[in-house]
C-alpha cells in the first residue's frame, strides 16, 4: 500500500490565491522530504528539500517566498503556492525515503493536480 | 555532477513483444541508480533499483535492468509487453555526492498495441 499520501489530489483555485499541499509518510518518519513539479510530457524537476525542523533547501530558480515550505513534524511536510498565477498551474508531487540513505529509494505521492483560473 | 539521458521519448512495442527502454548515467561516483514508472495523474513507483551489488536486477511486474559499466547504461527489459505496461517511464540517479537527490531523466512513454 501506499506509504507517502499527498492532499488533494486536485485543486483548482483563482489567480491571487493560495494553496496547500499535504504530504505525509504513512508508517515511517522522514526527516527530509522533496517537492518535485511536473508539466505535461516533461520529467520531474526538483523543487526543493524539505527539512524536518529546519529551513527547506530550494532548487535555483525556484522562488522560496512563493512556494512556502513547512515541514513541522517527522511525517507532515506542506507546500504553500502563494499569489497562485495561471503558470503555475502544474502536477506537484512530493516523496520521502524510509531511510537517510542515499540508496535508498525514494517513495512518491500520488501528485496534487493544481489549475489556476 | 550526475545526469541520465533516456534514448527514445516515446517507444511502441506490440503486446508479448520484447520491451527495451534505454537510459545511460554520467556519474564522476559509483551510482546508484533506479528505475520509476509513472500512471497518468500518478505519482511514481518504484520498479527495481542497482546499488552496487548484483548487476542484473530484477524488479516487479516482470521488469528487469542490467547496470553496464563499460557502457554506462541501465536499460530496462521486460520479454513480453502487456497492455498494462503501458506508462511513462523514468530512470533516475543518485550518488554520495550528491546527498539524498535523485536526478531524473526525461523519460520514456511506452505504448502497447493490442
Known amino acids: 500500500g501506499a506509504v507517502v499520501s499527498q492532499h488533494p489530489s486536485w485543486v483548482i483555485c483563482k489567480s491571487g490565491t493560495s494553496v496547500k499541499i499535504e504530504c505525509r509518510s504513512l508508517d515511517f518518519q522522514a526527516t527530509t522530504m522533496f517537492w518535485y513539479r511536473q508539466f505535461p510530457k516533461q520529467s520531474l524537476m526538483l523543487m526543493a528539500t524539505?527539512?524536518?525542523?529546519?529551513?527547506?533547501?530550494?532548487e535555483q530558480g525556484v522562488e522560496k517566498d512563493k512556494f512556502l515550505i513547512n515541514h513541522a513534524s517527522l511525517t507532515l511536510s506542506t507546500l504553500t503556492v502563494t499569489s497562485a498565477h495561471p503558470e503555475d498551474s502544474s502536477f506537484y508531487i512530493c516523496?520521502?525515503?524510509?531511510?537517510?540513505?542515499?540508496?535508498?529509494?525514494?517513495?512518491f505521492g500520488n501528485g496534487t493536480r493544481l489549475t489556476v483560473t | 555532477a550526475q545526469s541520465v539521458t533516456q534514448l527514445g521519448s516515446h517507444v511502441s512495442v506490440s503486446e508479448g513483444a520484447l520491451v527495451l527502454l534505454r537510459c545511460n548515467y554520467s556519474?564522476?561516483?559509483?551510482?546508484?541508480l533506479f528505475w520509476y514508472v509513472q500512471y497518468p495523474n500518478q505519482g511514481l513507483q518504484l520498479l527495481l533499483k542497482y546499488t552496487s551489488a548484483a548487476t542484473l536486477v530484477k524488479g516487479i511486474n516482470g521488469f528487469e535492468a542490467e547496470f553496464k559499466k563499460s557502457e554506462t547504461s541501465f536499460h530496462l527489459t521486460k520479454p513480453s509487453a502487456h497492455m498494462s505496461d503501458a506508462a511513462e517511464y523514468f530512470c533516475?540517479?543518485?550518488?554520495?555526492?550528491?546527498?539524498?537527490?535523485?536526478?531524473f531523466g526525461e523519460g520514456t512513454q511506452l505504448t502497447v498495441n493490442p
Open positions: 533516475a540517479v543518485s550518488g554520495e555526492t550528491s546527498g539524498s537527490r535523485l536526478t
Open positions: 516523496s520521502a525515503r524510509r531511510a537517510s540513505s542515499y540508496n535508498s529509494p525514494l517513495h
Open positions: 556519474s564522476s561516483v559509483p551510482p546508484y
Open positions: 524539505s527539512n524536518e525542523g529546519s529551513k527547506a533547501t530550494y
